[in-house]
C-alpha cells in the first residue's frame, strides 16, 4: 500500500518538474522579446536610403501591390542585432496582417539591390505603400524601433490619401 503511495507522489513530482520547466523557457522567451522592445524609440536615418514619398527601386521577385505596405529589411550574416532581430521581425509580420514583410540579406546577387536602395548599413528597413511609394525609413536597432516607423509610416500614408485630389 505505501510502496503505491510513494510511486504516485514519485510520478506527479516528475510531472510538476516538467511542467515547470516547460513555464521557465515560455517566460525565458517572453524576457527576449521585452528585451528587444524595450530599446530607445524611433528609427535612426543616417542620411541613407531611398528619399521619402518617392517611388521605390524594384526588388526582384516583390511586387508592391499585394500588401497594404511592405517592410524591406535589409540584413547581413554578420551583423549581431540582425540576428537578434530576426525572430522578432518574423512575429512582428504575423502581428501585423496588412504588412508583409520581405528581407533582403546582403550577399552577391543582392548587392544591386542593396545599391538601388541607398542602404550602408544594416539592419536597415524601408517601408514601401502598395502603390510602391517609400512612406518611412531608417536603421532600427530594436523591435520597438521597427514598430514605430511602422507606425510612422502609417500616418505617412494617410497624410497621403488626404493631400490627393478627389
Not at 23 to 42: C, E, F, K, S
Amino acid at each position: 500500500m505505501t510502496d503505491g503511495i510513494w510511486i504516485t507522489s514519485y510520478v506527479l513530482l516528475w510531472l510538476t518538474v516538467v511542467v515547470l520547466a516547460l513555464a521557465v523557457v515560455a517566460l525565458l522567451r517572453q524576457i527576449g522579446v521585452l528585451h528587444a522592445r524595450l530599446a530607445p524609440l524611433g528609427a535612426h536615418f543616417a542620411g541613407e536610403g531611398p528619399p521619402l514619398d518617392q517611388p521605390a527601386p524594384p526588388v526582384p521577385g516583390v511586387d508592391w501591390g499585394t500588401a497594404a505596405r511592405t517592410l524591406v529589411a535589409f540584413t547581413s550574416p554578420t551583423c549581431e542585432v540582425c540576428a537578434t532581430l530576426r525572430p522578432s521581425i518574423a512575429a512582428l509580420a504575423r502581428q501585423y496582417r496588412d504588412v508583409r514583410l520581405h528581407t533582403v540579406e546582403l550577399d552577391g546577387p543582392t548587392r544591386p539591390v542593396f545599391a538601388a536602395f541607398d542602404v550602408r548599413s544594416t539592419p536597415y528597413f524601408v517601408v514601401v505603400d502598395d502603390g510602391g511609394v517609400v512612406r518611412g525609413r531608417g536603421v532600427a536597432n530594436s523591435l520597438e524601433q521597427v514598430e514605430e516607423l511602422l507606425a510612422e509610416s502609417a500616418v505617412a500614408d494617410l497624410r497621403a490619401v488626404e493631400a490627393t485630389p478627389a
